[in-house]
Every structure is written in C-alpha cells, then in structure tokens.
C-alpha cells in the first residue's frame, strides 16, 4: 500500500471518530462536512498564497491596495483551481475541461470584485487597516466561492 492510501486511510478513520464523537451519522452530513473541510484547507492554502502576495506589493512595494489584490487573486485562483478540481469537488467529467475553466474563473472573478468593493469600503472610505479589511472580505468571499463552487464544479447526481 502507497504512502498516499496509507494517508488517505488514516484520514477516513480521524473523519470517523470526529463524527462518532459528534454522533453525527447522516452519510449525506458527514460528505458534505468532509467536503467542507477539503474546501478550508485547500482554500486557507490560496488564501495563505494570496496574503503574502498581497503584503509583499502592498507594503514593500507600496503598490495600491485595489493592485496588490488584483497580482494577490491572480496567482492563487490558478492554484486554487487545479486543488479545487483535484481534493474538492468531484468535477463533473462530461463537461469540457475548459468550460470547466471558465466557470471556476467567472466565479472567482465575482468573488474578486466582491473582495474589491469590500476593500475599497473598509481600506480607503473606512479607514481600516489593509489587512483587517483583507482578512473581513475573504471569510465573506469565502463563502460565496463555496456555494457556488459547490453549484457549478460539482457532478450534479443523477436521479
């Protein structure tokens, strides 16, 4: 057996614990949960890619907070597409690869400008530190990319 089974095992059993310690026993609850969990890690990964990008050009190359956040989501939604398909969602196969693409990118692209006007209202109207605001719109973001990556990447079930 590979490393990655090995993992994968343990991971199935820790999964299993936790539900039987919270006495949750509904299949549909425990993937969705499981789903939920694949999501923040994967996506605290982007987020963690997108932070750093995002401190670098807005504090040491003093660039606008609204570019530091374009070069920011550039980087991590390429990254956060390929985890997403890969770990998440389980990629509906019969839809072309770039229609796929293309999907995950609009919505990434509302959830950007969403983070922008929030941005734009906490950081330069509000007053806010940069990076508070930052961190308020993504947990907003966050979950508007769930939901809809959930809507649109997701193999619809067949009845």
């Known amino acids: 057996m590979t490393n990655k089974k090995k993992n994968i095992k343990k ?19 425990q993937k969705l949960l499981i789903k939920i969990v694949k999501f923040v890690i994967v996506g605290g990964i982007a987020t963690l890619i997108s932070g750093v990008i995002f401190f670098l050009c807005d504090h040491f190359l003093k660039m606008s907070v609204l570019i530091s956040n374009t070069i920011a989501f550039s980087i991590s939604v390429v990254y956060n597409f390929w985890a997403s398909c890969k770990y998440v969602f389980d990629v509906d196969k019969d839809k072309n690869r770039a229609r796929i693409f293309t999907e995950f990118i609009v919505f990434a692209l509302l959830g950007y400008f969403l983070t922008e006007v929030l941005l734009w209202l906490m950081a330069d109207v509000m007053k806010w530190n940069h990076m508070l605001a930052w961190v308020i719109a993504t947990v907003i973001v966050m979950v508007f990319n769930f939901v809809t990556r959930q809507i649109f990447l997701e193999k619809k079930a067949t009845k």
Do not use: Q
């Open 11 to 29: 991971l199935d059993k820790a999964f299993d614990e936790a539900f039987k310690m919270l006495n949750i026993t509904d299949k549909k609850t």
